[in-house]
Each structure stands twice: as structure tokens, then as C-alpha cells.
């Protein structure tokens, strides 16, 4: 089965009401990406699938959780995860030359994981970045630069409270600030906190009680990222108290706190259920979606300084969703919501223009995923996404792509040349040394 898509314009989006104004949304007028990369021929894009545990011969996940990102300045892509056997800390990597494994628990004499965990590439720094919740219950980072993989305890370093049992924990990279930030729940008080990272090293905040923001439920999802034109960060949870959609963002000297149910009229959040939230940077948007109390796929986005709500269910019939990701393709201009749904089928909404629903088992005989979190992500030197999860019953983390067909039984997608025709990742070890 073959998806195709063509580039578009900015769009008002299907089934969208304005209902308030917000001034968390107020923006800048930077021009957002270029887009000077050459166009590849999407018509010969399709979905394709690969078992990424069978091509490395790494150990199958365990609960010890899962991320996954591209290294845009390396050219590569990294998928972490905790081994089922003894909770060490795995990496999956990809370069030019295939998949390889890591195991960096070991390299780095890294205490193991019981899960959450977080990674992320700071592209402007030349490194990589994994967070975790140690069976120490403390949280460590691993970090890679041109020297290799180094581990630190953060808990030693800022005095933070330990990970909720279950709780979420998120990170991303503030590339024009320079800075590094990791969101995660407090065991004690389900609070929000913040670890972040400037020149003079680690520090951590109570986002719940400098904003006054209700706790988060129990087990409730977290998401966050930089809206790098707009200068802010935003964290995305579901409120204890009323299911809500809160959003705590901050414009560089203050966070402040929105409850965008309230902001929007919009159904209250499924309990426990799934979020994922993005910046459209050329668009100057933002998107956050969830699934609702009534097993609906709403999405909130945020355009100039209105918040407004959009049914996507009503406009794509998309089946009721389990775990989700969001991402934007810079290339195409396009938004994608990937997502596993209660049927254990994986499906993909994408809009450039309007949205759309694709079923992604039935384009790839993909195998069917587990209950746990799925990843998906743009990459962008490449023009491709990636979908990664890990499958019921095997514990094998598979790979769902999206570019040129190749015959990769491996899932390396070496067929697909790099913009500019970069050599960066022919390095046959774990992460290769930034240039």
C-alpha cells in the first residue's frame, strides 16, 4: 500500500472553532524553515516495516521504557530502550552502514533503569542525551559527545525528588537558548519539576507550585517541547481533578499555567488516556492531541494568539487511540500523528490542507505492538519518518518507515540519500563523534 502526499501551503484546518484567546499563543513574526531542500518524488514513498531487534541480535525491551530521535547534525537515529534480561540501558542506532546495538549501562558504568526514560539530540551542542529513573531511584543522565558516552546523577546534582512509580518523564533540547530541560512527576506530590541545563550546569524548579497548576493524575501522560521561533517552552499534562488539558509554558523569564479545555470548550481527556504535543515551526503553530472521555481524537492547536479545537475522528472516522506521537515533516510541510489503537492496530493521521487516516498494519503486515508507548519522529536530513515500537508477545522493538522502497530485510534505510550528500555516521561504532 502506498500513502502519497503533496507539500502544501498554510491551511485553516477542517471542523475548527474559535472559542477564546489566549496569550500563551502569542507569537513572533520570524520567518519559520526555508525549505530549500530539494523536494524528493513522494509518488515512490510508501510504509514499510523492520524488526530492529532481529537485524542487531540486541536484547528484547522490558519495561524499562523507550525513546527514540534522529541526530540531524550526525545523520543518524537512536532508539533507547531497558533490556528485559537486566534492565540496562540499550541503545539501537542507525547509520549509513545499518542498524547496531549498544549496551549503555555497560560502556558508560551506568546504574540500570526501572523506567521512565527520555532522550533527545541538543543538535546545537553536538550531543546526545538520555534521562532515566534508576533502580537506585534516582535520576541519572547518559550523555555522548565527541569523547563517548559519560554518565551523571542528577539527583546528586540539584537535590530533585525521586520519579512517581509510573509517572511520565519527558526532555527535549532549547537549541536557541542553548539549554537542555527535563519534565518529569514527583513521587511525594504528582507536581510537575523541571530539570534544566544551562552553562553552569543542572538546576531544578517546581513547575506546579510557581504556577499554582492542579497536580497531575496518577499515571497521567506528560509531553514538551521548545517553539524555537516563538522563544517559549510548553508542557502538556492531564489534571487530576477534572481530566483537563493544562498547558504550563514559559516565555523566558516566568512560567505561567492555561487550562485549554476551559480555553476551547473541548471534551475533557480520556482518563490515562494518550497526549502528544509539537511546534509547526514554519506555520507558527501549535498542536496538541489527545484522546477524549468519549474515545474521540481531538486536537488543539494554536494559531497567532486563538487556541481552537478540531474533531479528528469527525473528519478522518479515526479508530479510538491507545499510545501517540505527533511530529511535523519539514520538508513536505506536512503534520503526522502516529498512534496505536485499543484494536492493536497502528494508523497514522497526517494534514497538509486537511487531515487524513491511513492504516499503517494494513500498508506494512507490521506486527501487532504492545500496551507500551510508541515513538515517532522526523528525519529530516534523510525526508523520511519513523515509527518505532515494541511488538505484543516478543518484546522486539520494530521500526515503521516511510521513503523510498528499498530491499532492507535489516530496516536500514541506506538506499536514501542524505541532503547534501553528508558522509556524517559512517562510523562503525556506537554514535559516531560529532564532526
Not at 499534562?237 to 481530566?243: G, L, P, T, W
Not at 508507548?373 to 522486539?396: M, N
Request: net charge negative.
Amino acid at each position: 500500500m502506498l500513502i502519497t502526499r503533496t507539500p502544501s501551503t498554510a491551511a485553516v484546518l477542517a471542523v475548527a472553532v474559535t472559542l477564546s484567546v489566549v496569550t500563551a499563543c502569542t507569537r513572533d513574526t520570524t520567518a519559520g524553515d526555508s525549505g530549500s531542500t530539494p523536494s524528493p518524488p513522494w509518488s515512490e514513498y510508501a510504509w514499510q516495516a523492520g524488526d530492529i531487534t532481529a537485524s542487531t541480535g540486541a536484547l528484547p525491551s522490558g519495561d524499562g521504557g523507550l525513546a527514540a530521535y534522529a541526530f540531524e547534525a550526525q545523520g543518524t537515529q537512536h532508539v533507547i530502550y531497558g533490556s528485559a534480561v537486566d534492565d540496562h540501558v540499550r541503545e539501537l542506532w542507525w547509520n549509513i552502514n545499518g542498524w547496531h546495538t549498544a549496551d549503555l549501562t555497560e560502556t558508560a558504568g551506568a546504574p540500570p533503569t526501572e523506567g521512565p526514560l527520555t532522550g533527545y539530540a541538543f543538535e546545537a551542542e553536538n550531543t546526545q542525551h538520555v534521562v532515566y529513573n534508576g533502580v537506585d531511584t534516582r535520576i541519572h543522565e547518559l550523555w555522548f559527545d565527541r569523547t563517548g558516552w559519560h554518565t551523571g546523577d542528577l539527583t546528586a546534582a540539584t537535590g530533585a525528588p525521586p520519579v512517581a512509580a509510573g509517572g511520565a518523564l519527558t526532555g527535549y533540547a532549547f537549541e536557541t537558548q542553548h539549554t537542555q530541560h527535563v519534565l518529569y512527576i514527583s513521587a511525594s506530590d504528582n507536581h510537575i519539576r523541571e530539570l534544566w541545563s544551562d552553562r553552569t550546569g543542572w538546576h531544578t524548579g517546581d513547575l506546579t507550585a510557581a504556577t499554582g497548576a492542579p497536580p497531575v493524575a496518577a499515571g497521567g501522560a506528560l509531553t514538551g517541547y521548545a517553539f524555537e521561533t516563538q522563544h517559549t517552552q510548553h508542557v502538556l499534562y492531564i489534571s487530576a481533578s477534572d481530566n483537563h488539558i493544562r498547558e504550563l509554558w514559559s516565555d523566558g523569564a516566568t512560567w505561567h499555567m492555561t487550562d485549554l479545555t476551559d480555553a476551547t470548550g473541548a471534551v475533557t481527556a480520556a482518563q490515562g488516556g494518550p497526549l502528544a504535543g509539537y511546534p509547526f515551526e514554519k506555520q507558527h503553530t501549535q498542536h496538541v492531541i489527545y484522546a477524549g472521555s468519549d474515545g474521540r481524537l481531538y486536537e488543539l492547536w494554536c494559531e497567532g494568539t486563538t487556541w481552537r479545537i478540531s474533531d479528528l475522528t469527525a473528519i478522518t472516522g479515526a479508530p479510538p487511540a491507545q499510545s501517540l506521537a505527533g511530529y511535523v515533516l519539514k520538508a513536505q510541510g506536512s503534520q503526522h500523528v502516529v498512534y496505536t489503537g485499543v484494536d492493536r492496530r497502528l494508523y497514522e493521521l497526517w494534514w497538509n490542507n486537511e487531515w487524513r487516516l491511513g492504516d499503517l498494519t494494513a500498508a506494512t503486515r507490521a506486527p501487532a505492538p504492545g500496551t507500551g508507548r510508541l515513538h515517532g519522529y522526523a528525519f529530516d536530513v534523510q525526508v523520511t519518518q519513523h515509527i518505532i515500537y515494541v511488538s505484543a508477545g516478543d518484546g522486539h522493538v520494530r521500526e515503521i518507515w516511510w521513503g523510498p522502497p528499498v530491499n532492507r530485510d535489516d530496516s536500514r534505510p541506506s538506499g536514501v540519500p542524505q541532503a547534501g550528500g553528508s558522509a556524517a555516521g559512517k562510523a562503525p561504532r556506537s554514535s559516531p563523534a560529532p564532526p
